[in-house]
């Protein structure tokens, strides 16, 4: 079965900073890895996804994560942290298109001014 | 398109109630799911379905919960007789039946629920 660990469950930066939210997986076959956002009392919209395509892939916001196979890593990323990235931030693995999702516990992103 | 709808948006009732919880997915979506969203369990899946029919419901905690879906605009949660344990942010989400190759994301989620059980 496949899972995903999310290491840190709180990360703080300072805006401008490198954002680094670190997410591994675990797979017996290729999986398709996405990061979705969760702002305060909204559902999770989807940032990026990885489809066995290109390794590093963009997202939306300025976002991008970098898949690594030796690693069973797809860290999240994003060079210049603003304060409206503050939010929720889940990885999540699946072995289809359309099977359920398997998430990681979540980080929560908090940009200090 | 509208997007995932989920009503009610909040919810409080008192333990032994019945509890329904509404989704209504984007349209010409064939893939339905359930997930709950607590503190100590994160994020987990309930049930889905493909064309209205459940596919994998191993994820509905116990008998008291059911879920249907009579159509596909509409499906529902139901917990019967609720308790204080069931507390937590319910979301739909649904998405195409295509393959992950030919579409730009893949589930779609609803603004969830939140039932608080007393």
């Known amino acids: 079965a496949q899972s995903v660990t999310q290491l840190g469950s709180h990360v703080s930066v300072s805006e401008g900073a490198l954002v680094l939210l670190r997410c591994n997986y675990s797979?017996?076959?290729?999986?398709?890895l996405f990061w979705y956002v969760q702002y305060p009392n909204q559902g999770l919209q989807l940032l990026l996804k990885?489809?066995?395509?290109?390794?590093l892939v963009k997202g939306i916001n300025g976002f991008e994560a970098e898949f690594k196979k030796s690693e069973t890593s797809f860290h999240l990323t994003k060079p210049s942290a603003h304060m409206s990235d503050a939010a929720e931030y889940f990885c999540?693995?699946?072995?289809?298109?359309?099977?359920?999702?398997?998430f990681g516990k979540g980080t929560r992103l908090s940009v200090i001014a | 398109d509208a997007g995932v709808i989920q009503s009610p948006r909040h919810e409080v009732t008192e333990m032994g109630q019945e509890v329904t919880l509404r989704c209504k997915p984007i349209?010409?979506?064939?893939?339905l799911f359930w997930y709950r969203q607590t503190m100590m369990r994160g994020l987990e899946l309930l049930i889905y379905?493909?064309?209205?029919?459940?596919?994998?419901d191993s994820g509905m905690p116990e008998d008291r919960f059911s879920a249907k879906m009579p159509n596909a605009s509409f499906s529902t949660l139901k917990i019967q007789p609720s308790e204080p344990r069931d507390s937590a942010v319910y979301f739909c989400?649904?998405?195409?039946?295509?393959?992950?190759?030919?579409?730009?994301?893949?589930?779609?989620f609803g603004p969830g629920t939140r039932l608080t059980v007393l």
């Open positions: 989400a649904s998405s195409l039946e295509e393959t992950v190759w030919a579409s730009t994301d893949t589930q779609y």
């Open positions: 797979s017996s076959v290729p999986p398709y």
């Open positions: 990885y489809t066995s395509a290109a390794t």
């Open positions: 999540a693995v699946t072995l289809s298109g359309n099977t359920p999702l398997v």
């Open positions: 349209s010409g979506h064939d893939y």
């Open positions: 379905f493909n064309n209205n029919v459940p596919i994998d």
